[in-house]
């Protein structure tokens, strides 16, 4: 009844998937922000192409949000079904 | 009734918990703050698209913000589910 | 009577808690800081938008909060939830 | 009367709440200060909207402080209600 | 019963996956967003080549996707292969 | 007379204090500093106005010491309170 | 049954593959995503020469992964040879 | 006479007195710098107003120095008073 | 059949090739990427001599991917040889 | 004659002096170099005024020292009277 | 058979070999990343002296590569010498 | 004859003192390599004026040259006084 | 024949080698490279100068080398003479 | 014959003199690099003065290398006085 093994898989797993969230929600959010940044930008220089604009600014975040999502699904995976 | 197994696990669950949040608040937030930042400065260059600019930054800023979330939904799941 | 498991999920919630506040607060406060640097350039530079620039520095700053918000809330059920 | 667990629960909450006030002020001093620094140039350039600025300034920076307050609620609550 | 080797394999293992997904979204998340936005800002200034910009723009974040897809090759090998 | 709990909590609140007080004191003196070079600047292309900027100068830099303040105040809670 | 040195040696080695990839993931994400940053903005001051560009990029994103892959084979020999 | 509480203690406020003060020094060392090289800057553009702007330079760097100041007595209540 | 010093070499080994290579990566993933970066804008504005600029672009990437080998080479050796 | 609690003690202080000044260099070395480096800059461009902005970059350096010698302060104290 | 003196000396060697590789290869990866950079640069704009260009920018980065080659040198010596 | 404690004093001084020279070599480095720079381009500009540029270059040095001595100072104490 | 005080002193020479090396090639890497990418900047510009840019560049790069060799002095040292 | 004081004492006078060396070689690196890079782009600029130049940059760059030489003489106390 004491501490066993699976009780420290389970915990670094806990860890593990604190920071793989944390960490891996750096990058998509500050190049995200870069890319939204720079769309404001351009529509107020041509707002006739906003819907252009849009819609490549969030093909672009679309594409950066993918390591976010891959931390999220290796975050989920050390909670659920390790 | 000494430390047990469990109490390790939750123990870790917390600690991950807090650094998976405080991790993942930082890169939205720098993120989302240069899109509100750009979007200022073009409105104020070209005041008849406030609008449009404002539909753009929420916009932008709202998929920004999905890492943001995404901590937060990983550490609320290491603090209640787990 | 001696050092019991819940002490030690209790001490590391604390210590989460105040990491999560910790570094949650350093994105939103820089990003917020960036908003309102560019909002007070536009302003400068037409006035007349003021009450527009205003309204859109407080609409970028309030997303931008959001991962703030998010920190405080997991903090606090760290400290009284668990 | 050796070391028990609220001694340890004491110190995590006494650690947490130094680095939680201590790492949560870097944040919103650096954003502060830049909205002051702009507010500045904007004046220079535009002296007769300085009420305008100030004001824009003032709203900016007190947004900005939310989470340097919520810093230093998280702290107090681990220093006295904990 | 107690803790053996194959139980501190895992929690290597979980860790390792943790912060490998966690560290490898950041620089592919920043660098696919340096794409995003400077597309952005070419296609404001030369609408007519918005197809073409669109594609160079994924072509560009599809190879600098690459060491994202590698982390999370490693951090599933990490959490089910091994 | 060996060490006791007390001893710990007090070694942690100074331990804590250190890191509040230090950590604390970089963004409001990069922040404040950035206001202060920008109001020089300011105030030499525009000397008529160096009253109205050195007010503004002082207004922002006295928002942007709060979370200095804070952190002072939580390392003295931590110093002589607890 | 207890701790051998061979599951020392592999979760050392596991450690070793996570931070492998995940370091080794940042310099070749933001490296890539500069060329395809600035390839975007030269194919949209220059739409003629977008073949070249495009081949130019990848060329140069071609290099540029190498120490990505780099990186995979060690986490790779890390996780299977050893 | 074996090591005691009270030398703990004292070891730890210590430590965090060099640690408060050394990471104390950073944030004013560089604000006032940039205060300082800004004022250079405008004296040389502009050497009429020299009076003005030292004066400016020493109010601006008087208030960023407070956060150095907060950290010297901090230090020296964690060597002195506790 | 307990722990031997020739599995805390290997630990150590393996621990040091993933650090080797992780790192290593950083450094000319990041400059190669700038002169690819580089090399994309001078080809944009200069088409004629895109033959001249890839060569130049390739040595000198050749040459920044040196140190890349050599902690490619660093993490071989201890991975087999030793 | 074993360990005893003067020795952590003195150690604490002997560590902590060493990172005190160590950390303390930073800032005040990079703020005055800033400084010096914008006084060379004016003084290119305005060798009339070479007094005048000599005077200003001494006492501009002055006060950045100020937080240096703080820490000097604080690191003799830990060495000799404490 | 169990651990001995030189088993922890090696550890130790193999572990320093690994940092001083992966350290060491950051700034000559980033330095001769810039050397390329702005020599594709100074060719697209004077193509006429691409030879010349190209040498200087190889003799550039050859004494740059030498603290590489130091950093492969010793992480050499440690691991067969020693 | 066993580890006594003026053993652990004199280690705690040395790595002391080595931490204190190693970081405080870095900000007066910093800071005196942008004075030197920025002295050159200067006198690249304005040769006449070559002797009072050095002089202040190497006035400016001075000053910030003090922070590195107090480094030395405090490290020669670690090493030969205490 | 089990850890003596020898095998001690060894490793901490081998580990501090390591880093020693690897720490002081970051800063003559990137510096160098500095100098290199502006050789080949002002060649660009002024190619009849080559033979005194190069020079220079290799002069100054002489005397950046040195922190690198130094490093590679005491690493050595550490690794034979120790 | 076990570990002894003195094997402590040089153990940890080893890692302080790698660490010195080490960390102490990045400030006046990269400094120097940056005088040596401005001093070429001023010779490129004004190739009259090359000897003027040189020199100032000779001087800079020997204040520079100042702190880097304190460094090796720490570390060398550090391996053969102490």
């Known amino acids: 009844m004491a501490i066993e093994g699976v009780d420290i898989i ?11 969230m944390g960490l891996g929600a750096i990058g998509p959010g500050v190049g995200e922000g870069m890319a939204a940044a720079k769309a404001c930008e351009a529509i107020g220089k041509n707002p006739k ?22 931390s999220l699904v290796i975050a989920l995976l050390l909670l659920f079904v390790v």
Do not use: D, H, K, P
């Open 10 to 20: 389970r915990s670094a797993a806990f860890l593990g998937a604190g920071f793989c």
């Open 49 to 70: 192409e906003a819907g252009l604009l849009t819609r490549t600014m969030l093909v672009g975040q679309a594409v950066t949000e993918s390591t976010g999502i891959y």
